[in-house]
């Protein structure tokens, strides 16, 4: 069983920066493939950003580029760095891990593991 809990959520305004970390429990972290997911109100959770246990990484396009998705597997933490922010970037912000597999997944249901959740408020 993995415990994930997110932290580093927060009030920012429009082009500012924030990063996102994401605390795991257990001592098999290193081999976890990690995503990161947001939520806006009224809208589906969408994908954001995937690490595989190697460090390969993966955005999707409304964040490629602003968005660094990263790993420290001595610490158990993933982390979200998340720059040049927008309005349309508010959301609810979740991790995810998976522990066996392909490299690196993007839809929400192929994880084991979720965070709470943090809140990401972007002001224009």
């Known amino acids: 069983q993995v415990q994930l809990v997110e932290s580093g959520g927060g009030l920012v305004q429009a082009g500012g920066s924030l990063r996102l970390s994401c605390a795991a429990s257990?001592?098999?972290?290193?081999?976890?493939?990690v995503g990161w997911f947001r939520q806006a109100p009224g809208k589906e959770r969408e994908f954001v950003a995937a690490?595989?246990?190697?460090?390969?990484?993966y955005y999707a396009d409304s964040v490629k580029g602003r968005f660094t998705i990263s790993r420290a597997n001595a610490k158990n933490t993933a982390y979200l760095q998340m720059n040049s922010l927008k309005p349309e970037d508010t959301a609810v912000y979740s991790c995810?891990?998976?522990?066996?597999?392909?490299?690196?997944?993007?839809?929400?249901?192929?994880?084991?593991?979720w965070g709470q959740g943090t809140q990401v408020t972007v002001s224009s």
């Open positions: 690490i595989s246990w190697s460090g390969d990484t």
């Open positions: 257990g001592r098999t972290f290193s081999s976890y493939r």
């Open positions: 995810a891990a998976r522990g066996s597999g392909s490299a690196y997944y993007t839809t929400a249901h192929d994880y084991d593991y």
